[in-house]
């Protein structure tokens, strides 16, 4: 069956950098687009940065932009967010899910989440 | 950039009762890219409804998705103690795919 599991959740100071990973199992992973979703405690989902499946397009909504960069490795079946310059407002459970192979941008598999505090 | 609003913001309704919850859009969008997810508390996200109407797997048939242009609907016929979550619609096409700021469907 389809299983995404993240880890590196963790406490990080403002300014500092955190890597996020994804291992997808149960499918092809290397025919997917991917995403990273997140939700701040107590708040509503918010979309950040979705990876074609062959890592040649990438988009990352604005509040994300320059700071967080979204990657791949096929050959691991592994996603990645790398994320720099933390801010407070990046506190959230981060989520990897995978596109929907039968309408662009849908979302049919999620993890679990993984919690990311940005404190000082 | 697409954005979605959600109404109501919370639904208080009984066993059984329907629920019509709505998304509206800030354009018109096609309705193929308009999705629908549920929300239990504690647990990730689960895909409901793709291309505004579509059933993902698994979901039950009391569940069901309309609308075009800029106004979606989502609505859950015999209402069970299990539904009780936060629903989301989401912009699907050209990223950022935004979602709405959610309904909080409470069982009375």
């Known amino acids: 069956q389809v299983q995404l599991v993240e880890s590196g959740r963790g406490v990080v100071q403002p300014g500092r950098s955190l890597r996020l990973s994804c291992v997808a199992s149960?499918?092809?992973?290397?025919?997917?687009?991917m995403h990273w979703v997140r939700q701040a405690p107590g708040k509503g989902l918010e979309w950040v940065a979705v990876i074609w499946y062959d890592g040649t397009y990438k988009y990352y909504t604005d509040s994300v932009k320059g700071r967080f960069t979204i990657s791949r490795d096929n050959s691991e079946n592994t996603l990645y967010l790398q994320m720099n310059g933390l801010r407070d407002e990046d506190t959230a459970v981060y989520y990897c899910?995978?596109?929907?192979?039968?309408?662009?941008?849908?979302?049919?598999?999620w993890g679990q989440g993984t919690l990311v505090t940005v404190s000082a | 950039e697409i954005v979605l609003t959600q109404s109501p913001g919370t639904l208080s309704l009984s066993p059984g009762e329907r629920a019509t919850l709505s998304c509206r859009a800030s354009?018109?969008?096609?309705?193929?890219?308009l999705a629908w997810y549920q929300q239990k508390p504690g647990q990730a996200p689960r895909l409901l409804i793709y291309g505004a109407s579509s059933r993902a797997t698994g979901i039950p048939d009391r569940f069901s998705g309309s609308g075009s242009g800029t106004d979606f609907t989502l609505t859950i016929s015999r209402l069970e103690p299990e539904d009780l979550a936060v629903y989301y619609c989401q912009y699907c096409d050209n990223p950022p795919n935004n979602f709405g700021q959610g309904t909080k469907l409470e069982i009375k």
């Open positions: 354009q018109s969008i096609s309705s193929s890219y």
């Open positions: 899910a995978r596109e929907s192979t039968l309408v662009r941008g849908a979302l049919d598999h």
């Open positions: 149960g499918f092809t992973f290397s025919s997917y687009g």
